[in-house]
């Protein structure tokens, strides 16, 4: 049974650092690409970061560029996004989400995590 379970969301204020979670199981670790996506209120959901675990690569969507950085440690089967200097903007569910390394669709999701980012 594949799990993803997305934890580490919270209350922050703004320049303020959360570190998300997202600890996989079921999964081949090391044959994958895992992703954050985020979706604020009335808009569509985005995808953040990604990290392959194959190689290591990275990605990370414009805004947070300099500020999230993702990581993973595959003797846990987990992926990490650290986020610092966190924004108003940032505010969102955040959803961690897996796809076989090379392929383009998300197969596998966890259940979202919260960060509200005051002003």
């Known amino acids: 049974d594949v799990q993803l379970q997305a934890c580490g969301g919270g209350l922050v204020q703004a320049g303020g650092s959360l570190r998300l979670s997202c600890a996989t199981s079921?999964?081949?670790?090391?044959?994958?690409?895992i992703s954050w996506f985020r979706q604020a209120p009335g808009k569509e959901r985005e995808a953040v970061s990604c990290i392959s675990s194959v190689d290591g690569s990275t990605y990370y969507e414009d805004s947070v560029k300099g500020r999230f950085t993702i990581s993973s440690d595959n003797a846990k089967s987990t992926v990490y996004l650290q986020m610092n200097n966190l924004k108003p903007e940032d505010t969102a569910v955040y959803y961690c989400a897996s796809r076989p390394a090379g392929d383009p669709v998300y197969n596998f999701w966890g259940q979202g995590t919260l960060v509200t980012v005051s002003s």
């Open positions: 079921g999964i081949t670790f090391d044959d994958i690409a």
